[in-house]
């Protein structure tokens, strides 16, 4: 069992950043890959980034690629997710996510994770 807990959402003119937090609790977050998806007001969850398990690997939906970084800290218990140059169409509630080994290749699919957090408000104005 894992629990998550996500912070660092806020409101920022279009062109600005913010960097998202996900604290994880239990003993063995070193383990889960963990991924970050987002939902817009009347739009399905999208996948945003996911980080392997090391931190080795990283991966991004292509909307977000080049301006958003995963990361995370293992001795922290904590993933991030920096945004630079955010755009309108980046708000939306964003998600941390945990899932668990084994793995499956299939890191962009939210029914690979096990794991939710309650979810960050970003909203980006134009």
């Known amino acids: 069992q894992v629990q998550l807990v996500e912070s660092g959402g806020g409101l920022v003119q279009a062109g600005g950043s913010l960097r998202l937090s996900c604290a994880a609790s239990?003993?063995?977050?070193?383990?889960?890959?963990m991924g970050w998806f987002r939902q817009a007001p009347g739009k399905e969850r999208e996948f945003v980034a996911a980080v392997s398990s090391s931190g080795g690997s990283t991966y991004y939906a292509a909307s977000v690629k080049g301006r958003f970084t995963i990361s995370r800290d293992n001795a922290k218990n904590t993933v991030y997710l920096q945004m630079n140059s955010l755009k309108p169409e980046d708000t939306a509630v964003y998600y941390c996510a945990a899932d668990p080994p084994p793995q499956s290749y299939h890191y962009y699919s939210a029914q690979s994770y096990d794991y939710w957090g309650q979810g960050t408000q970003v909203t980006v104005s134009s």
């Open positions: 239990g003993r063995t977050f070193s383990n889960y890959r």
